[in-house]
């Protein structure tokens, strides 16, 4: 083919293309049509093959025209959109709206139940006087377990062994960590609650890998363990809302001396002997483990033992919730089914 037809053709092309944009509709058009002549396999890209068989003069009187054609196209394309941008603005701008349509209502959320529970707990306590701490989920083995007269080879690890981060990192398995910082952080008198959310090996309907606890702590002089007894029957009266008794059974853990389990009367049945599945019979169930502060973690936050006495206790929020609603698996509060959740 000639030089000249060459160039005629192109100019030809450019023209053409011109006209199409001007008819095209959207930006999808547009930039199909910008395809169909600039592409690959466009017309304009076909033509300008031509150009690998000329000489080298006529090489660069082709090149300027296809740049020539390319830029007026690729304007053209800019132009196109920018008027349809325009175009849809002014439109949107003119359309009227309709006051009287009905709205869409957005289904309100709710605080989770487990939150609710935790917040009323705190508030529970902060009749008492107890102000809330806070630590962090992933703690030292020191201040889960070595603080805790829980040495390393200690039988009571395996009991509340846990997710290890590293052989010094663990993810709290239980939120008694929180006693220890804040004993190192103030002096007695101390009077706490730490709520949050603890981590264990455990898998079953009322054991859950991750679950809440709230430990309490009172620490001054003269603390006895009449007090623990008198705050825990509080909790469970105010949050039960009726005369449910409360009893201590002796148990173990490191840090406290003597040391008690919680149980509470069954919030279900008519006490021991029925065929309740909740207590499975005795007619009492477990919420917590506590006791009389060792002197061991006293010397460990360098407070005066000979002076303070204090009591702490760790309750497993889920448990409490469980009771007080009647839900018999722990892990409808975690699987975030509407169903189950709305009715809180
Ligand atoms: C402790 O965790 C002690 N730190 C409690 C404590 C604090 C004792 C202060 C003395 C002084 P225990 O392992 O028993 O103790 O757990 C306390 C409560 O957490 C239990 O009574 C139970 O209500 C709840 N709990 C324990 N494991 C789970 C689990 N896997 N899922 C749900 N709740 C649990």
Redesign the pocket.
């Known amino acids: 083919m000639a030089t000249t037809d060459l160039v005629r053709q192109l100019e030809a092309l450019g023209a053409e293309f011109g006209r199409a944009a001007g008819a095209s509709a959207s930006e999808q058009e547009i930039r199909a049509l910008q395809a169909r002549y600039l592409g690959k396999k466009g017309s304009v890209s076909q033509l300008m093959k031509e150009m690998g068989k000329r000489q080298p003069a006529e090489r660069r009187e082709l090149g300027a025209v296809f740049n020539r054609i390319k830029e007026s196209i690729e304007a053209e394309v800019g132009r196109r959109l920018s008027e349809l941008g325009s175009a849809a603005a002014i439109a949107d701008l003119g359309r009227s709206i309709d006051v009287t349509l009905p709205g869409r209502t957005v289904p309100p959320g709710r605080v989770h139940l487990l939150t609710q529970i935790r917040e009323q707990a705190v508030a529970i306590f902060a009749e008492l006087g107890f102000e809330v701490a806070e630590g962090p989920q992933v703690d030292t083995d020191f201040h889960c377990f070595e603080a ?1 007269a829980i040495p390393k080879d200690h039988p009571a690890r395996d ?2 062994d846990t997710f290890y981060v590293s052989d010094e990192v663990v993810l709290r ?4 960590p929180v ?1 220890i910082r804040v004993m190192k952080a103030q002096k007695p008198p101390v009077r706490i609650v730490a709520p949050g959310v ?1 981590y ?1 090996r ?2 079953d309907a ?4 991750m ?3 709230i ?3 009172l620490v001054d002089e003269g603390v006895r363990f009449s007090d623990l007894k008198g705050v825990m029957l509080h909790f469970v009266r105010r949050y039960f809302g009726r005369g449910l008794d409360i009893r201590f059974r002796p ?1 173990y ?1 490191p ?2 001396e003597p ?1 008690a ?2 149980d509470m009367q069954c919030a279900f049945c008519a006490g021991p002997g029925s065929t309740c599945r909740v207590c499975k019979g005795t007619g009492w169930v ?6 009389m ?1 060792d002197p061991e973690v006293f010397r460990q936050v360098g407070y005066d033992s000979e002076r303070y006495t204090g ?10 919730a469980m009771l007080r609603h009647g839900v018999n698996d ?1 892990k409808f509060f975690y699987e975030g089914d509407l169903r189950f959740l709305a009715q809180f």
């Open positions: 805790l009991m509340q398995p239980h939120t008694s006693q603890v264990r455990d898998d009322t054991h859950s890998p679950f809440m606890q430990e309490g702590l148990s853990f840090f406290v040391g389990e919680v477990e919420i917590a483990g506590s006791g502060v009591f702490a206790f760790g309750m497993g929020l889920e448990r409490v722990i």
